[in-house]
């Protein structure tokens, strides 16, 4: 949600990007590897367009949603006269404040399911320049152990604590990473530098993360050529250190 990152957060995305310049460098041009931020994975056409509930504050978009849920049940027979006049009284009531706010409600109604699909292809689609590119980017990851144990692969996310203490973020700003071989250093929500090749691949997988299942869908894959662990920022250490394992 833009706006809301703590500071230290920030702070660490900002050296997460800078270590993946000076790797990227560092590697030389035969590599031909690419630095990216999270941001350079969203499709850019699939991101721009114009979503009108963006403007509407908490209040009226509950006015809103009412309104929507009392047309609804209105519709349904088995409602009785003084069910259907106390519903009819509160439409009228949350009607009277959009319209005294300016809104028109029936025109955003008529866009709702519209909205609703540019919002989830904004956040499924992937920037399709990437597929096939050898890049370098920074996050945090989930490994997750296969049938014998070993963290052979798992995911990257951008924030520490995503997916079990604070929401999945779109399905575009989450990496399916695969290792050749396991990783002993693997632990959940470790900083790290992730170096391979993308592919624009959606993956679903339900595990078991801290205090339960959890289901997590990636837009992307990626074969990774070489992992290396980050130094933790302040607000990264939490003191412990966690493995999550399959279903």
Same mark, same amino acid.
């Given at each position: 949600?833009?706006?809301?990152?703590?500071?230290?957060?920030?702070?660490?995305?900002?050296?997460?990007?800078?270590? =993946?310049?000076?790797?990227?460098?560092?590697?030389?041009?035969?590599?031909?590897?690419?630095?990216?931020?999270?941001?350079?994975?969203?499709?850019? =056409?699939?991101?721009?367009?114009?979503?009108?509930?963006?403007?509407?504050?908490?209040?009226?978009?509950?006015?809103?949603? =009412?309104?929507?849920?009392?047309?609804?049940?209105?519709?349904?027979?088995?409602?009785?006269?003084?069910?259907?006049?106390?519903?009819?009284?509160?439409?009228?009531?949350?009607?009277?404040?959009?319209?005294?706010?300016?809104?028109?409600?029936?025109?955003?109604?008529?866009?709702?399911?519209?909205?609703?699909?540019?919002?989830?292809?904004?956040?499924? $689609?992937?920037?399709?320049?990437?597929?096939?590119?050898?890049?370098?980017?920074?996050?945090?990851?989930?490994?997750?152990?296969?049938?014998?144990?070993?963290?052979?692969?798992?995911?990257?996310?951008?924030?520490?604590?995503?997916?079990?203490?604070?929401?999945?973020?779109?399905?575009?700003?989450?990496?399916?990473?695969?290792?050749?071989?396991?990783?002993?250093?693997?632990?959940?929500? $470790?900083?790290?530098?992730?170096?391979?090749?993308?592919?624009?691949?959606?993956?679903?997988?339900?595990?078991?993360?801290?205090?339960?299942?959890?289901?997590?869908?990636?837009?992307?894959?990626?074969?990774?050529?070489?992992?290396? =662990?980050?130094?933790?920022?302040?607000?990264?250490?939490?003191?412990?250190?966690?493995?999550?394992?399959?279903?």
């Amino acid at each position: 949600m833009a706006g809301s990152t703590p500071i230290g957060l920030r702070r660490a995305a900002t050296a997460f990007v800078y270590a =993946a310049l000076t790797f990227a460098i560092a590697a030389g041009p035969a590599a031909a590897i690419t630095p990216i931020d999270w941001p350079d994975l969203k499709d850019p =056409a699939a991101s721009q367009y114009e979503d009108p509930f963006e403007a509407l504050y908490l209040s009226e978009l509950r006015s809103l949603a =009412a309104v929507y849920r009392i047309r609804n049940g209105l519709k349904s027979g088995g409602l009785t006269l003084e069910e259907r006049t106390r519903l009819e009284r509160r439409l009228n009531d949350e009607e009277a404040k959009l319209a005294a706010a300016g809104i028109q409600t029936d025109q955003l109604l008529a866009q709702r399911d519209m909205v609703a699909r540019r919002r989830a292809e904004a956040r499924l $689609k992937g920037n399709s320049d990437l597929a096939g590119k050898d890049v370098a980017i920074t996050g945090y990851v989930i490994p997750v152990l296969d049938e014998t144990g070993a963290a052979k692969y798992g995911y990257l996310v951008s924030g520490y604590g995503m997916c079990s203490h604070v929401p999945a973020p779109a399905p575009n700003q989450i990496i399916f990473y695969r290792l050749e071989e396991e990783w002993a250093e693997a632990e959940l929500y $470790k900083p790290v530098l992730l170096q391979g090749r993308l592919d624009l691949n959606v993956s679903r997988q339900t595990i078991n993360l801290l205090d339960g299942d959890v289901t997590i869908t990636a837009s992307f894959g990626m074969d990774v050529t070489d992992i290396r =662990a980050l130094e933790p920022q302040k607000s990264d250490v939490r003191g412990r250190g966690f493995r999550s394992f399959t279903r």
